[in-house]
């Protein structure tokens, strides 16, 4: 909306510096941060009335779980939706496609989440939605994002997979981009969802990787800095820089109310919408390869989970002593704390690893 306040800059200067990218992202960061701390009290106060007992604790858990954190409300990603998205729709140039189809997929994982998050509280147990059926949803709406993203791009390199660290190695994968694209966007979205676990744990290892790829949209986008960089220029997407500027305003309010003891959780309705805009962002700017590298603290507790799931079933053995990753280390002793902290420095090391992609060709 303000950004088309830089068309009457003729008649009034000032109004010139809506036309650039990066006063838009402070702003639109501002504005999220501002809409949470204003609406997050209420909003918590009325879903810890609506939720009654609130978030129902996994009972195979760690038992310290069941007696700290009953009575948390969730759904806590509704807050970060909103300033998220006000704040995006404020700020953005709205004519940019890029800007919809992201947004899109996170209000529609956000919304599968917050459906998930529901059926648990209601049925008073960890069991929410079924996860094939979940998957399947999930699936259909990142599939149809990448048919548009590959649309809205150049071909034959808007259904390309660019390699990082090498100078103009691009493949094309044709139609079967699509596929590996929602293969991305789904598998972004559930990573973040496992690493929700402990109060802080995963916002910040999100604002993190937004943080980090808001530069690497800005630089994508930007001819001058891509040909500067030996990096392959995506016209448009630019513009994203935006929404992850959003991003990092809505969490850092939303870690005031989830720094420990949190006050609420983010719920599947935050993590799930979180990570596939990560993974739709990463799509849209090429750079799917190096979202595995910033977000490797994802990664690491997706795999764990699979790892375990699959060692379990065909040998009857666990390899951790419980999954995700972060409650083995819950199991080992760590203290939720010194997971948490030492978390965020990995995330911000594979964040300066992944960065280094720019540069190093």
Known sequence: MFYFLQQ?????????????????????TVTALFLVF??????????????????????????????????????????????????TLLWANLTNLYVWVVLGVTVTFGAIGFYDDYLKIKGGN?????????LALEAIAAAIACFMLVNIGEAPFSSSLAFPFVKGFVFDMGWFFIAFGAFVIVGAGNAVNFTDGLDGLAIVPVMIAAGSFGLIAYLVGNDVFANYLLINEVPGTGELAVLTGAMIGAGLGFLWFNAPPASIFMGDTGSLALGGMLGAIAVATKHEIVLAIIG????????????????????????????????????????ESQIVIRFWIISFVLAMVGLSSLKLR
């Open 8 to 28: 009457f800059g003729d008649v009034f200067p000032p109004l010139n510096v809506f036309q650039y990218l990066t006063f838009r992202t402070g702003g639109a």
């Open 126 to 134: 960890h069991n929410g939605f079924g996860a094939r059926k979940r």
């Open 296 to 335: 490797g603290l994802f990664v690491l507790e997706l795999v764990s989970v699979v790892v375990q799931v699959v060692s379990f079933k065909t040998t009857g053995k666990r390899i951790f002593r419980m999954a995700p990753i972060h409650h083995h280390f819950e199991a080992l002793g760590w203290t």
């Open 38 to 87: 204003m609406f997050g009290p209420g909003l918590i106060k009325f879903l810890g009335l609506r939720q009654g007992s609130g978030q129902p604790i996994r009972a195979d858990g760690p038992k310290s779980h069941i007696i700290a954190k009953k009575g948390t409300p969730t759904m806590g990603g509704l807050m970060i939706l909103a300033g998220l998205v006000i704040s």
